[in-house]
């Protein structure tokens, strides 16, 4: 595992490792503000109008990092740019929520919607004051009601079956999913996931469908790994896996007809070919485990092909 | 075995093309020496530049990398962290408020205010107590 020291990058490395982070969503909040402090705010004049983007990403990243004082110079450095804007007001609430003033950022955020009712982001931060209080059913209850007005925004439904499996209700999560992959239908992170739940809830329809849904994944995503091991999992009641999943899996086993059962042990050997190549491409030097898992590998190899 | 037949393919039909455009070359000189007009390349080498170009891309399109399924998962290099993060959610409820020395801070003040208002509390409720005790001892020493 090679870790990059964030505070040492030269700036347009660090630039363009923002712009990646913002661009894909991913909550790396602690380098963001590693990265700001000690690379950008050198100059962050030098950035031209990518520079308000940077800084708003900037406060929310150091909202979560717990960094209320870089917070608030970024949001006086936007307010100073754009005196009137709901969205650095947004900032404002985010922040008031960090500091757990949330009947004072709610208000905001009501005032925000009645003036803007068709910028969803501020309906979405109403709930998140919910999540943040820890009223779950509650929260629910609003992205449900928020999903009847904005109804193709994945990343509401995807944060909807979260809370969902949150209350261990795993058919709700699972529709919530499906709404996922209507709206994004080549997003193989969705399929993988929606087999993963098919596999937790049991019973032979429901591995049938998570096998489907893996080999889904694979399809349009073939360097999945998951998938691969999903479809291992859906397939193989070797011993390598606990006891428990043995008996779901021969449920599964004995209900299939001959021919089908032929095509998943055949699905099951090739995603272990495909494992095995790509364990044995890495070197035990960057994974001191692959050793062990490609010998694990090959025994299952072996109990699968001689059934 | 499979690749090497492809590659000879391809490699027949692209000498077999710069052959074609030779041949064309030799036929226009040709022309040229009989002062006949040109109307159009002979039908044999139309034929083969025709035969070695359908050749030479079914041999290269075999040759380059295995074909894709068409429907594929655009950012397949993605991991979880990113497709299933809803940045949009975010919540600030995490570990890092209880590493950070200023929230640390916010939190010793409220205790120190709860403290203070309950030992207020306390101090009346004993004030209470030592009067009472004192009223007792004053009427035993009555006695």
Known sequence: ?307 | MASTIYRLITIVSLLSLIHCAYSAAQHRFYLRLTEQPFVSLPADVVAQTVISLVALIYGTSYLANPFQYIKKDQHHDRTCDEALNCPSFITFENRSKAMSPEFAMLRTLKQQQRQRQTSSRKETHSGRVSETIHSSESTDSQE
């Not at chain 1, 086993?253 to 001959?258: H, I």
């Not at chain 1, 032929?262 to 030097?285: E, M, T, W």
């Open chain 1, 1 to 307: 595992m090679v870790t990059t020291d964030w505070t040492q990058v030269s700036y347009e490395e660090g630039r363009q490792t923002l712009k990646k982070w913002r661009e894909c969503g991913v909550r790396r909040s602690e380098e963001v503000v590693e990265i700001w402090e000690h690379v950008i705010s050198r100059s962050p004049s030098s950035l031209g109008d990518e520079q308000w983007a940077v800084l708003e990403q900037v406060c929310i990243a150091s909202l979560d990092a717990a960094r209320v004082d870089l917070a608030q110079e970024c949001i006086d450095l936007l307010h100073a740019q754009f005196p009137n804007s709901n969205r650095v007001l947004k900032l404002k609430g985010m922040q008031l929520e960090a500091t757990e003033h949330f009947q004072k950022a709610l208000d905001i955020y009501e005032r925000l919607v009645e003036e803007d009712p068709n910028n969803n982001s501020y309906r979405k931060r109403k709930v998140a004051v919910l999540l943040a209080q820890g009223k779950r059913l509650d929260a629910i209850r609003a992205i449900n009601e928020y999903l009847k007005i904005f109804l193709n925004d994945p990343e509401a439904w995807l944060q909807l079956s979260e809370l969902y499996l949150l209350e261990n209700d795993v058919p709700k999560s699972v529709h919530c999913l499906e709404e996922c992959v209507l709206i994004q239908p080549l997003n193989s992170m969705y399929f993988r996931r929606l087999g993963d739940l098919r596999y937790t809830q049991g019973g032979a329809d429901n591995v049938e469908l998570a096998r489907a849904y893996y080999e889904r994944a694979l399809k349009i995503n073939p360097t999945d790994l998951r998938s691969q091991y999903g479809i291992l999992l859906v397939r193989n009641p070797s011993g390598l896996l606990l006891k428990d999943f043995q008996s779901n899996n021969q449920i599964a086993s004995t209900t299939k007809s001959p021919s089908e059962k032929k095509k998943a042990g055949l699905a099951a050997v090739d995603a272990i070919d495909n494992l095995v190549n790509r364990y044995q491409k890495i070197s035990p030097k960057s994974n001191p485990e692959s050793d062990g898992i490609l010998n694990c590998l090959e025994a299952m190899k072996v109990t699968i092909g001689s059934k």
